[in-house]
């Protein structure tokens, strides 16, 4: 076998970055890094066309990402919109008082709440203010992070769709993934939903891949996915543990007395979950107030959803489900429009109204070839989609956390615009 040959030349422009990186600022030399680990992990990977759709995500979005970080800071100060502002200025907040001398983490949270930009305090506060801790203040770290899990949130996607499909219509479903637009525009900010898009699908992977084959190593991904998502969007690994997994295991499988036991098991650990963080849920009367609270909450202005429903009994709530299942794939709808930013989402919605029959037809054509990997994905969007729909008054947002979601959907919009492109080809022959 031969070994590629290192020219005298590359190992000068090696020495040459090596010495460059060494005299800049630490919160200058990470970006930089980011860029440089982005790149050479597109450059080798095995695929050329997933090498080539990983590069142009990347490059697109760190480019764009730059542009729109000078346009706001020419306004602002500070180059971020909205939440992300806020969650680089309470990170600071964080720094500050740690530095200060204040160790104790409560008392800590207490005092960055009180100071706290937005009003609010998160896991992503913290998320934030580590990242800074150890490589600087500067958003673009946290900005070209985003950048990356998003760009390899594709790469995952093509990955499971070939899986489970094919590669045509893994190709269709990575460059939905990559290039989506209300995705790719929350990746050049310094948001949560990049990271929690990235975990959620990881997770899925791990767990697709462990079923064909046991390795050691992805219980560790797993595990790292479920306890990174804990912090960022907790409530999904009790909907996953206790009924995405083990309904998706139960529809999947040929041996239903054992997996009924498993599915047993795996409800009392949610139950058990749920307990821990949110036992109020644990009582139906409770949990419906508590449901009530949360869409009361968002159900406000011109983008509220059935702002006048209160969520009384289970019975109303069965009743007036498919009205909110209608919401949480379409809305917001052209009627609710506003503002600039709400305009500018039309035109992406109209595409996924269009590709939505697509959608329905993958989903159909997975469960008629009895694609045991599938049912962990329809069930993902299932259920994920019936619990926004309920918590969620408020169609924008509703549109940024429905992109949970949006991955899965691009690998049934990829398996069912394979299925049309192949009826048109055979017809034309």
């Known amino acids: 076998m031969k070994h590629a040959k290192i020219s005298i030349y590359q190992i000068i422009a090696c020495a040459m ?121 500067n958003p673009i770290t946290m900005i070209f992070i985003n950048c990356v899990v998003s760009s390899l949130t594709a790469v995952l996607i093509y990955s499971i769709t070939k899986q489970i499909w094919n590669e045509k219509s893994a190709k269709f479903a990575a460059c939905l993934t990559a290039f989506w637009p209300s995705t790719f525009f929350w990746s050049v900010q310094n948001l949560k939903e990049p990271l929690v898009i990235f975990l959620s699908v990881i997770l899925l992977w791990a767990f697709i891949r462990l079923k064909k084959q046991f390795r050691f190593y992805m219980l560790l991904i797993i595990l790292a996915s479920t306890v990174a998502l804990r912090y960022l969007r907790g409530f999904l690994l009790p909907l996953f543990y206790g009924v995405i997994l083990p309904g998706s295991v139960l529809f999947s499988s ?30 139906p009367s409770r949990a419906l107030k508590f449901l009530q609270q949360e869409r009361a909450g968002r159900a406000y202005g011109n983008l509220g959803l059935a702002t006048n429903f209160n969520i009384g009994n289970i019975s109303n709530l069965i009743i007036f489900m498919p009205v909110f299942l209608a919401n949480a794939l379409l809305a917001p709808y052209p009627w609710q429009v506003g503002s600039m930013s709400q305009i500018s989402s039309m035109p992406e919605m109209l595409l996924f109204y269009a590709l939505i029959p697509l959608m329905f037809i993958g989903g159909k054509i ?14 993902y969007i299932l259920i994920i989609a019936l619990v926004l729909s309920v ?3 408020n169609a924008g947002t509703l549109f940024r956390h429905r992109s949970m979601i949006l991955p899965l959907c691009f690998i049934l919009i990829g398996v069912g615009l394979d299925k049309c492109n192949f009826r048109v080809s055979f017809h034309n022959q």
């Open 17 to 137: 970055v090596a010495v460059v990186i060494s005299y800049l600022p630490v919160k200058v030399v990470f970006p930089v890094i980011i860029v440089i680990i982005g790149l050479v992990f597109g450059l080798f990977l095995r695929q050329t066309f997933l090498s080539s759709v990983f590069i142009l995500a990347f490059l697109s979005r760190i480019i764009f990402a730059i542009f729109l970080y000078n346009l706001v800071f020419l306004n602002n100060g500070l180059g971020l919109l909205g939440d992300s502002r806020s969650y680089s200025i309470n990170a600071v907040n964080i720094i500050n008082l740690w530095s200060s001398g204040l160790r104790d983490l409560t008392a800590l949270s207490i005092e960055a709440l009180r100071l706290s930009d937005s009003g609010n305090l998160g896991s992503y506060d913290f998320w934030n203010a580590i990242v800074y801790y150890f490589a600087g203040v």
């Open 254 to 283: 040929k041996h239903k007395k054992v997996v009924l036991f498993w599915v047993v098991i795996f409800s009392a650990a949610a139950i058990v979950i749920i307990k821990l963080y949110h036992p109020n849920l644990i009582d």
């Open 366 to 379: 997975l469960i008629k070839n009895r694609s045991r990997e599938s049912w962990i994905l329809i069930f």
């Open 391 to 393: 918590i969620e008054g």
